[in-house]
C-alpha cells in the first residue's frame, strides 16, 4: 500500500471597503491519503483581524468510507491559550475531551440520533473536502447537511466543545477557474445558513474546489458583515 500528499496554502483577504484586497490571515494544510483508504488533514490557520486574532492546529482523520474518525484541535485567541479538545467517533457517538481556562475539564458524549453527513472543523480547506465526500450530480441540487462542530463560531474562536449545526449547501455546476495557484477544472457551490438546528445564521459562503477526489479548496469568499475572500497560491500533489 502507498500514500499520497496534497499540499498547499491559502490567502485570506478583506473585501471589506477600507481594507480591500489587505491580507487578513493565511493557512497552510497536508492531507495524507493512506493506502487503506483512510485520510488524514492536518492544517494550521491564522486569522489577524478582525481583533481578537485567532489561531489553530488541526489534526483530523478520516476512515476509508470518507467518516469523521478523531480530531484534535488547539486553539488561540488574542495570542492566549483558549482551549485544546480531542474528538472520537464511534458507531453512534461522539467522544469529546476538552480542556480550558474558560471551562475546565469538560468531558462530553452526544448519541447520533440518524445520519452524520461530517465534522465541521474550520478550516477553509476541510469546508472543501467536506462537500467533496457527498455525491453531487446535478446543478441547483441543495441538500441539508447535519454536521457536528468544535465550535459554533464563525471563526472557531470558542473552546473545543461539541456542536450540533444543519447547514444547507447547493451544488452551482462545474467550469474552469484560475487562481494564483494555476488554473484547474473545478465544482462551485455555495453554503446557506438555512438548514434545520442553525446556531446563528451565516452569512452566504460561496466556493469553488477541485473537480477530482481530492476535492482542494481552489477560491470563495463569505459576505454580509465578514467580507472576506480566500484564495489557493501554493498546491503540491504527488500523483499516483
Not at 491580507?23 to 495524507?32: A, D, K, P, Q, V
Not at 459562503?205 to 497560491?233: A, P, Q, S
Amino acid at each position: 500500500m502507498s500514500r499520497r500528499n496534497v499540499e498547499g496554502r491559502i490567502l485570506y483577504t478583506s473585501r471589506k471597503p477600507e481594507r480591500l484586497g489587505q491580507e487578513r490571515g493565511r493557512e497552510s494544510f497536508l492531507f495524507t491519503h493512506h493506502g487503506d483508504g483512510s485520510t488524514t488533514l492536518r492544517a494550521h490557520c491564522e486569522i489577524d483581524e478582525p481583533d481578537p486574532s485567532v489561531m489553530r492546529d488541526v489534526v483530523y482523520g478520516l476512515d476509508a468510507q470518507g467518516r469523521p474518525a478523531d480530531c484534535a484541535i488547539r486553539l488561540t485567541v488574542g495570542d492566549r491559550f483558549m482551549g485544546s479538545g480531542w474528538f472520537r467517533f464511534g458507531e453512534g457517538f461522539i467522544e469529546c475531551e476538552s480542556y480550558g481556562p474558560s471551562i475546565g475539564r469538560v468531558s462530553q458524549r452526544a448519541e447520533l440520533d440518524g445520519r452524520l453527513d461530517g465534522f465541521g472543523t474550520h478550516p477553509i480547506v476541510a469546508d472543501g473536502f467536506l462537500l467533496s465526500r457527498q455525491s453531487w450530480s446535478t446543478p441547483g441540487e441543495r441538500r441539508t447537511l447535519r454536521l457536528y462542530l468544535p465550535s459554533p463560531d464563525h471563526r472557531g474562536a470558542t473552546p473545543p466543545l461539541l456542536a450540533r449545526v444543519a447547514i444547507d449547501a447547493v451544488f452551482l455546476g462545474r467550469e474552469r477557474v484560475t487562481v494564483a495557484a494555476g488554473g484547474f477544472d473545478a465544482r462551485r457551490f455555495q453554503f446557506l445558513d438555512e438548514g434545520e438546528d442553525g446556531m446563528g445564521q451565516h452569512p452566504p459562503y460561496e466556493l469553488w474546489i477541485t473537480d477530482d477526489t481530492d476535492g482542494v479548496f481552489l477560491k470563495g469568499g463569505v459576505g454580509g458583515y465578514m467580507m472576506t475572500w480566500y484564495e489557493l497560491v501554493e498546491l503540491r500533489r504527488e500523483l499516483v
